[in-house]
Each structure stands twice: as structure tokens, then as C-alpha cells.
């Protein structure tokens, strides 16, 4: 396998490796990592999709690509996913999906569209004193001491920002900034989190810096991620002969061991309670996804509240017991052992008349009802006790929802802490509470919100124990490589999977560590696209330097007459002109 970019290489259709018409692939988990990496193994490794087997514990496909309306209790997403031009991976492999919405299109090409009528943009993103715009003004409110911290995370080698908390490399000025509340409540970043994956985040979304305080630089699909991008996926993966075995667990997957050389050997798993397996041999493939953001996750109603369940965690139990047959197969309980410090709660909103969403139009400046671009990200309460954000996407938000109804969803960062409408934490709260709650930082008149709360929306919380795992502070090693050295016949995929240089939590990093397995493990000739080279680009890191001090120039501490001279010798030449196209240097007269 190969990193590649450019045209050259991205439009070659690969050959049938050797040997492929004798190999099987077996999938553990459904979610996005597998799925995308059958349709590779299918459309770039030429593998008969009767030749793959996809494995998953749960009634449907799509993982944390979620979205469904739950009988009695109305709409529910998980999360949201913000997508971005430089998903090189996934747009490769949406490319090759049909679009369910658009005849003779790929869901690709309905997006691109979408986007480019639609294109996304805040009008406030950060609201205070009860859904008051607090006109932080697309500021980032950095000083030199902070900009020379940032400096140093991003200059650093990833050794030094190995098992490093985000708050022992930052102090009290960065972690008070409106650069940090953009940051965390976008990202679900907390202050304990790991400080590598906070410099890795910055490499990789180095050219998004502009774009932060009003989110322009995201982009959503047209519906809820699972009819979007999992259903015309599934759909796909069907007609050409893939089996799902659904209510499947996989309960653990023996290797044989020989010197360097690696091979499974055989899949254990549950099938509607009774026991079974599969032995495989050298040509029989496994590609496990390992680990779980939305593992035991509960639902609650609008009078439940959601539970907070510890309790054995199927997913993260299977990387357990492989992980302790190999030192090469990773650290599960350095990300799945502190429920304490990766849990939060989300929940969907569901307004069932047109009074809440006045309230909606008046934050957001726009049309909820318009089909297009509602809040265009998320917004933040800065004052919020549990530092609540929510957002409404372009409306319907489900196929099936009724033309007089808006999806919300809300999400808060402390969910231990007492709210300041409600004064219960966010964990101990029903759906109508946290509908409260939000209506509060809404500004909503106090007297008004119990009834509009008990009578114009129902609410779903979700709480969701593992869901920040994959930011927990780690090492080399704490993730296995998608192919561990010596590995024949199997690799593992997702997001707690090691690749080069790309960051978790993105649909991006689930669909590279799918593709380089498939590549991988089938020998496919083509190049897995590099990670957009951003970071190295000078015209990226001039952008982001601007935007982070907030579009003031460059104060050279040197006598005016020499930084005059100074000036002088770059006006006229390229350097001078990218130096003051960006606001750096005073532009020539």
C-alpha cells in the first residue's frame, strides 16, 4: 500500500490483485470503517460481494451513523457529523455510491450540490444572558502568550505531547478564549483530553482556522447521517450480494502465531443466542472494528431520564480479551476505562408547533421551516452550567418527519453540574427538563417555559459512556496499526485503529483505516489518497496566523526605520505579496 495525491493517481482504476477470486472477508461491526471498506474491497480489490460477510450485534447498520424515529418516544440522533472539502477517503468512496434522492447521481454529487446552492455559514454562534448574542464577532481573543502556546503544540514531535493532558500545555488565558470554547464545544473536546490529539487536530484542520468562529468551512448532509450516507451505502453493499448477519455478537477471534508471522484463525460469536463460528484460513479475511463511542448507550423519553450504564461492554470486552493475546493489538483501557472523563449527553428535540421555533429564527437570524441552512452548526450557550450547544440542520431533518416539526439536538459538555434553569444535572433530567433548560438559554420568559416545554416538544436524552474514549491522553502503541506488523489475514479498522498523520472523530478517519485494510490485505495497486497536505502549505499557515490574531499585522520589536527596510526588501517579490495578500505586512502602495 501506497500514499498518493493528485489526479494522476486518483482516477486510476485498479487490476484484480492475484488470488482474489479464493479470498473471503469477514466484518465485525457494521458501522462505517466495514462498510466502507466492502465497497473497496468490491469496486478497487474486485471482490465478489458474495465473498463478504459483515458481522454486527445490533438490529441495523451504521454504528454511531445514526438516526431513527423510536416508536412512542419520536426522533433520535446521537450526534451530528461536520464534514469538510479535504475528506479525500470518504469522497472517494461516495463517488461510487447512487444517490437516493437524485437519479443517475452519486451520493457525491448530490451533496457537492447541496453545499454549493446551500452553502453553510453561522449567523451566531455563541449566545449569553438567556439567548442574547454574545458578539464575540468571529474574535478569537488570543494574545501573544496564548499564540506562542499554540505555537509551540503545533511545532512539537509527538513524543513530547504523548500522555499529556490539553490543560498541562495550555494555561488559564488559552483555556478562558473564545479560540478554546469555539474548539471545545465543536470538537466535544474537555480540558483533560489528550494534548496530542489537540496538536494532530490542528495540523489537520490548519486551513479551517477562518472558518472556526462561523463554521463556513462545514458542510452537512441533506438528511440525518443514516438516511444520507448509510442507507444508499447498505442498499449498494446488498445488490451486490454482500450478507449482513444482524443480532450477531462477536465475542472473541483466536490468532495462531508463528515467529513474526501472524493469522486469525478463527471468528467465536452469539447468533440470536446460540453459540458458532467460522475457522479461517490464510485467504479467509477479518477486519474487526474495535472499540465504541456509542457502546451502551441509553435512551431516555421525555419523562425518563437516560441511564448511565457501566455495566459489561460487548464491544470493548472483544478488544480486551484480543488485546491480551498480542502486545501489538493495542491498550483498550487506556480510552474504555474512565466513564468519568468520556461520557456526555446529547438529545433530540422534536418542536411539535410553531412557538418554539420563533425563538429558533430569532438566534439564528433565519427561516427554520426553509428547508435550507438553519443555526449552520452549532450554538453555544457560553454561560450554560453545563455548557449546552445545539443546532437545527436543514429541515426535514428525517424523511418521515411532519412539515410543521423541527429537529433540534442539544448536547452539553457537564453533565455532573446543576443546570441554571432547571438545577439538576443534565444526567438526572428527563427530556422535558433538558427541553426546559434549553428553552432557558433560548430566553424563553421563565414563566413560559414549563408549559411549552410539557406541550410543544418532546424530547429524547441520550447518555452515552464511551463517547470522547478515543481523546483520552495516550502513547505509541495504545492504538494497534490497522495491519500489525506480521499480520496475513486480518487488520483492524475504525477509529481506534492507528493511521498515519489523520485525526479521529471524523467520518474521514472511519473510511481511511477501511480503505488501507482492504488495500492492505487484498494487495490493490492503487493509492490510498495522502491527508489534504495543509499544514505544509505556506499559504494555509499565513491564513491561520492571520485569523489568530484576529486580523491585526505583525508587530516586528525593531526601531520603525528598520522595519521599514525590512519590509522594503520583500515589497514587490512573492514572498511581500503572499505576506501582505494575508494581512501580515502592510499591502505596497
Not at 301 to 307: F, G, L, S, V
Not at 488 to 505: K, L, M, P, S, W
Request: charged share 25%; hydrophobic share 40%; glycine share 8%.
Amino acid at each position: 500500500m501506497e500514499y498518493t495525491a493528485g489526479n494522476y493517481y486518483s482516477f486510476v482504476q485498479s487490476r484484480a490483485p492475484e488470488g482474489v477470486e479464493r479470498k473471503t472477508a469477514w466484518f465485525v461491526g457494521a458501522g462505517l470503517a466495514s462498510m466502507a471498506s466492502a465497497v473497496f474491497m468490491i469496486r478497487d480489490g474486485k471482490m465478489r460481494g458474495d465473498q463478504i460477510t459483515i458481522l454486527e450485534r445490533l438490529k441495523l447498520p451504521g454504528g454511531a451513523l445514526d438516526g431513527i424515529k423510536m416508536p412512542e418516544k419520536g426522533f433520535v440522533i446521537r450526534g451530528g457529523r461536520e464534514m469538510e472539502d479535504h475528506m479525500e477517503c470518504l469522497w472517494d468512496l461516495f463517488r461510487s455510491i447512487p444517490s437516493l434522492e437524485v437519479d443517475g447521481y452519486s451520493v457525491l454529487d448530490e451533496f457537492y450540490w447541496l453545499n454549493k446552492d446551500d452553502p453553510n455559514s453561522s449567523l451566531c454562534r455563541v449566545t449569553e444572558k438567556q439567548g442574547r448574542d454574545a458578539h464575540t464577532d468571529g474574535k478569537f481573543d488570543i494574545g501573544a502568550k496564548v499564540q506562542h502556546e499554540l505555537l509551540k503544540v503545533f511545532l512539537a514531535t509527538r513524543e513530547e505531547m504523548e500522555n499529556k493532558r490539553i490543560d498541562e500545555v495550555f494555561g488559564r488565558d488559552f483555556l478562558d478564549s473564545n479560540f478554546w470554547l469555539y474548539w471545545r464545544t465543536m470538537f466535544a473536546f474537555e480540558e483533560w483530553h489528550s494534548a496530542l490529539e489537540m496538536k494532530l487536530y490542528l495540523h489537520r484542520f490548519i486551513h479551517h482556522i477562518k472558518g472556526l468562529p462561523d463554521m463556513s468551512t462545514l458542510k452537512f448532509t441533506k438528511y440525518n447521517q443514516y438516511e444520507s450516507l448509510v442507507l444508499p451505502m447498505y442498499r449498494w453493499l446488498l445488490d451486490q450480494g454482500v450478507t449482513f448477519r444482524f443480532e450477531t455478537e462477536v465475542t472473541d477471534i483466536d490468532f495462531v502465531f508463528d515467529g513474526n508471522r501472524k493469522q486469525a484463525s478463527r471468528i467465536h460469536w452469539i447468533s440470536e443466542g446460540v453459540a458458532g463460528g467460522v475457522d479461517l484460513g490464510v485467504d479467509d479475511l477479518v477486519l474487526t472494528t474495535i472499540g465504541s463511542l456509542t457502546e451502551n448507550s441509553d435512551d431516555g423519553d421525555h419523562h425518563t431520564p437516560a441511564k448511565l450504564n457501566t455495566g459489561p461492554a460487548p464491544a470493548w470486552d472483544l478488544w480486551r480479551r484480543i488485546a491480551e493475546k498480542d502486545p501489538s493489538f493495542g491498550h483498550p483501557d487506556v480510552f474504555g476505562a474512565h466513564i468519568p472523563k468520556t461520557k456526555w449527553e446529547s438529545a433530540t428535540v422534536t418542536t411539535l408547533d410553531h412557538r418554539i421555533p420563533e425563538y429558533i429564527r430569532k438566534i439564528c437570524k433565519r427561516d427554520p421551516f426553509s428547508g435550507r441552512v438553519v443555526t449552520g452548526g452549532i450554538v453555544t450557550a457560553r454561560d450554560s452550567s453545563w455548557l449546552m450547544s445545539w443546532t437545527v440542520n436543514r429541515q426535514p431533518h428525517f424523511k418521515q418527519q411532519p412539515k410543521d416539526q423541527i429537529v433540534v439536538w442539544v448536547y452539553g459538555l457537564f453533565v455532573e453540574t446543576p443546570g441554571d434553569y432547571v438545577k439538576k444535572p443534565m444526567q438526572d433530567c428527563t427530556g422535558e427538563e433538558i427541553t426546559q433548560e434549553w428553552l432557558y438559554h433560548m430566553g424563553v420568559p421563565e414563566e413560559e417555559i414549563p408549559e411549552l416545554a410539557a406541550t410543544a416538544a418532546k424530547a429524547v436524552p441520550v447518555m452515552m459512556p464511551y463517547v470522547t474514549s478515543f481523546f483520552m491522553p495516550r502513547k505509541a502503541g495504545d492504538r494497534p496499526q490497522v495491519v500489525p506488523d506480521g499480520a496475513v489475514n486480518f487488520a483492524f479498522i475504525g477509529q481506534f485503529a492507528e493511521t498515519t498523520r489523520d485525526c479521529i472523530f471524523t467520518t474521514e478517519y472511519s473510511v481511511r483505516t477501511g480503505m488501507e485494510a482492504a488495500y492492505r490485505l487484498l494487495g490493490v495497486e492503487r493509492g490510498v489518497p495522502e491527508v489534504y497536505g495543509s499544514t505544509y502549505d505556506v499559504r494555509s499557515l499565513l491564513n491561520a496566523t492571520l485569523h489568530l490574531r484576529d486580523g491585526k499585522e505583525v508587530d516586528i520589536p525593531v526601531p520603525e526605520i528598520l522595519r521599514k527596510r525590512m519590509i522594503d526588501k520583500v515589497t514587490g517579490n512573492e514572498v511581500g505579496e503572499l505576506l501582505a495578500e494575508y494581512g501580515l505586512v502592510p499591502a505596497a502602495d
